[in-house]
């Protein structure tokens, strides 16, 4: 029986575009059924494929902090979020 190669897959290598990071985050806005960590998660995703330095200064914080509150083992303060998706180029937004 042959034996299966599997690779890692890292999300972040296939975000180009705003749109697409857009598209994204809002997919996993979808799927978190309200976990705090997966949207952060998300959030660092998206810094990645951006550069996680780069989004840092733009937000204002240091690298470490930021990697450290987008892991997904943490839920960032709202304001970290908010100066984050500044950084990114993205907006929140509602709808009913």
Do not use: W
Not at 15 to 34: H, I, K, P, Q, V
Not at 61 to 86: D, H
Request: charged share 20%; glycine share 8%; aromatic share 6%.
């Amino acid at each position: 029986m042959a034996k299966t190669i599997t690779t890692s897959y890292d999300v972040a290598e296939h975000l180009r575009t705003s749109e697409e990071m857009a598209a994204y985050l809002e997919a996993c806005f979808e799927e978190a059924n309200g976990d705090a960590s997966f949207i952060a998660k998300a959030i660092g995703d998206i810094a990645r494929a951006k550069g996680m330095s780069q989004v840092a200064r733009d937000a204002g914080l240091s690298g470490e902090s930021l990697y450290k509150a987008l892991s997904g083992n943490r839920n960032p303060n709202f304001a970290t979020i908010i100066k984050v998706i500044s950084a990114l180029g993205l907006k929140l937004h509602a709808s009913a």
